[in-house]
Every structure is written in structure tokens, then in C-alpha cells.
């Protein structure tokens, strides 16, 4: 199919988002860091997202990325998420040749040129796209330079009677943080999915805490989570412990794994949330 040309980026405030550092340190460097792998959770802070933990993919080309999280026994059970690099021109014509798979972009830097069923759409700094199982789809880097973008994947888990989601593009800044009950917006929910759509076996959000915001109990629930931090830092209860986490970071939180924070200024903690929804759990 021949690529039709693609829209001029809309004109919108241009966010920051955190992403991998990269490189190497130096050899003089201390080894101490937030770095912890638990039962129950995760912590891969950002200073070890560097270029010796990369990996690549057939079909792809000018790509790199980061896996921070899969499947695999006593961590990551639902999902995958990786931090994807793509070089000036790099991309892929066939990204996953897995029909049962559904996937999600979030982009954070660049002009990302996204087909999905013979739809043409560019995502620029803030651009979510939901793209469900069964789509042939593709993506290329449009910008000059490296462009970078969250890439989560997960089995949609089908049920009889309800058909598979529509994809879903939306640009984060156009979209009104839902703020929770009671916090006088202190703490926001930015979201992709709408909640009451049950299609959805999986929800993607931006979470928002003004300075000295915070989640004032200990969350315990069912959802598996993963959480990105894009800007700002907390101090983050995971289980019994609580870890300070800033730009860059990286937890994963087992279901029923207690969770609470403290949002510490100066300016906003925001983070990438991913959660699974919407469906019996498994009878092993």
C-alpha cells in the first residue's frame, strides 16, 4: 500500500517526558543505587537504563529499547512494557506478528508516524495510541533525530459477547486531568480508556500530584500495576518500604502489593500508570 503523507504536527505547548540516560558511567562511579527486586516488587531506577541493557527485534530497523517489563514467574504477569529508541527513519512494517496481542503507545520525544488498518496518524510528545489485537499497523520515526516512545503489550483477554475495543488516539495535553474525590485536585487522573468501556482488559493513565500531594492510605487491590515516572519525585511505599523515585524510574507492584506516596515538590510528580481490568480472575 502506498503511504499517503502525513498531516503538519499539530501546534501544541511541547512537554518533557523522562526517558533512559543512555551511555555509560564513568568507571569512577559509585554502584550504590535505588535498584531492588522483590517478590512483591520492583524498583529499576533510571541510572541503570543504560546502553550495555539494550535489545533489539527482528523486523525493525534503527530501533533500540529497554525492557523494563514481561512476563515471567514471580514478576510481570499481564504485560510487557519497553522504552522504545528509534533512529532517524528507523521503525518497522511488521512490529508483532502476534494477532492475540494488543499494544499502546505513549510517545515522548519526536514525530512518531503511526498506520493502524490503513489509518494514517502522527503523534507527536504526548501522543497515546491504542491499538487493538488483530490490526495491522506501523511505525516509523518522522522526525530528524531519535524519537522515543512506551510500548506496552498484552494478550486481550476476549470475551463472548463483547467485541474487541476501537483503537484509540488521543494527545495527553487534550484531555482534562480527572481529579480523585475529596483531594481538591491534588491528586488527578489523566485517562486514555474510558472506564466504563468493559472491552478494555487493561487501563493506561497519567497520575498527577501537586507538591505534597498524596495517597493517604495503603492501596492493597488486584490490580497488577507498572509505573513510569515522566517529572517530578516522591517517596513511594511499596510493601513495607518506601523508596524515593524521581524522573526516569521504574516500579513494578505485584497484585495486593501495598502502595501509598508523598509527592515532594517543587513541581508536579506525574507517572505512567498501567493496571489490568474488567476481567475474572484465573483459575489456575
Not at 529499576?44 to 525493525?60: A, K, Q
Amino acid at each position: 500500500m502506498t503511504e499517503k503523507p502525513l498531516d503538519s504536527a499539530p501546534q501544541r505547548p511541547a512537554p518533557t517526558y523522562a526517558g533512559p540516560v543512555a551511555g555509560l558511567p564513568p568507571q569512577t562511579g559509585l554502584t550504590t543505587d535505588t535498584a531492588v527486586f522483590t517478590e512483591a516488587y520492583a524498583v529499576i531506577p533510571g541510572s541503570v537504563m543504560r546502553d550495555i541493557v539494550t535489545s533489539y527485534l527482528p523486523n525493525w530497523d534503527g530501533m533500540r529499547m529497554w525492557v523494563l517489563a514481561r512476563p515471567l514467574s514471580g514478576f510481570a504477569e499481564t504485560f510487557s512494557q519497553y522504552i522504545v529508541e528509534l533512529a532517524e527513519g528507523g521503525g518497522s512494517d511488521s512490529p508483532d506478528d502476534d494477532p492475540e496481542i494488543q499494544h499502546a503507545i505513549f510517545v515522548t520525544g519526536g514525530d512518531i508516524g503511526l498506520v493502524i488498518d490503513g489509518a494514517e496518524h502522527l503523534l507527536t510528545p504526548g501522543g497515546f495510541a491504542y491499538i487493538p489485537a488483530g490490526s495491522q499497523w506501523r511505525i516509523r520515526n518522522r522526525t530528524s533525530g531519535t524519537a522515543g516512545f512506551h510500548w506496552w503489550r498484552k494478550r486481550y483477554d476476549r470475551v463472548e459477547g463483547v467485541d474487541r475495543p476501537d483503537p484509540i488516539i488521543v494527545q495527553e495535553q487534550d484531555i482534562a486531568p480527572a481529579p480523585m474525590p475529596d483531594t481538591n485536585g491534588a491528586w488527578a487522573t489523566t485517562r486514555f480508556m474510558d472506564p466504563a468501556d468493559l472491552r478494555h482488559d487493561m487501563h493506561i493513565t497519567v497520575v498527577t500530584f501537586k507538591p505534597g500531594g498524596s495517597i493517604p492510605f495503603s492501596e492493597t487491590h488486584v490490580m497488577e500495576h507498572g509505573l513510569f515516572v515522566l517529572e517530578g519525585k516522591a517517596v513511594y511505599r511499596l510493601n513495607r518500604d518506601w523508596v524515593e523515585v524521581g524522573p526516569g524510574d521504574f516500579m513494578w507492584l505485584r497484585a495486593f502489593c501495598p502502595q501509598a506516596c508523598y509527592a515532594g515538590g517543587p513541581g508536579p510528580f506525574r507517572y505512567l500508570l498501567y493496571k489490568d481490568v474488567n476481567r475474572h480472575a484465573k483459575m489456575l
